[in-house]
């Protein structure tokens, strides 16, 4: 089992960045494919990036697609998700979640999931 651990959320204005980190123990990153998801108050979650587990490939959301970079260092054991022209209706408490059977996409199981990190988007 991997432990994942969100950090970097906090409250910003419409067109700024944040940039948002996920650290995990216990197993290597490497091991898992990596996703952030998030979940808007009353909305469920949604998928917003996914990266494979040695980052050639990635995967956005069409909401996202353009605004987000989701990278990784598996040196490092830490995933990324830089956001840039961040929009009120990006607020949310963000997830990072890993897939053991290596899948990064939007159908991806995520048996791993951190606590999340709220991020606000004021208008």
């Known amino acids: 089992q991997v432990q994942l651990v969100e950090s970097g959320g906090g409250l910003v204005q419409a067109g700024g960045s944040l940039r948002l980190s996920c650290a995990a123990s216990?197993?290597?990153?490497?091991?898992?494919?990596m996703g952030w998801l998030r979940q808007a108050p009353g909305k469920e979650r949604e998928f917003v990036s996914g990266?494979?587990?040695?980052?050639?490939?990635?995967y956005y959301a069409d909401s996202v697609q353009g605004r987000f970079t989701i990278s990784r260092d598996n040196a490092k054991n830490t995933v990324y998700l830089q956001m840039n022209s961040l929009k009120p209706e990006d607020t949310a408490v963000y997830f990072c979640?890993?897939?053991?059977?290596?899948?990064?996409?939007?159908?991806?199981?995520?048996?791993?999931w951190g606590q999340g990190t709220q991020v606000t988007v004021s208008s």
């Open positions: 216990g197993r290597t990153a490497s091991s898992y494919g």
């Open positions: 979640a890993a897939d053991r059977d290596y899948c990064f996409g939007t159908t991806c199981s995520y048996e791993y």
């Open positions: 990266i494979s587990r040695g980052g050639g490939r990635t």
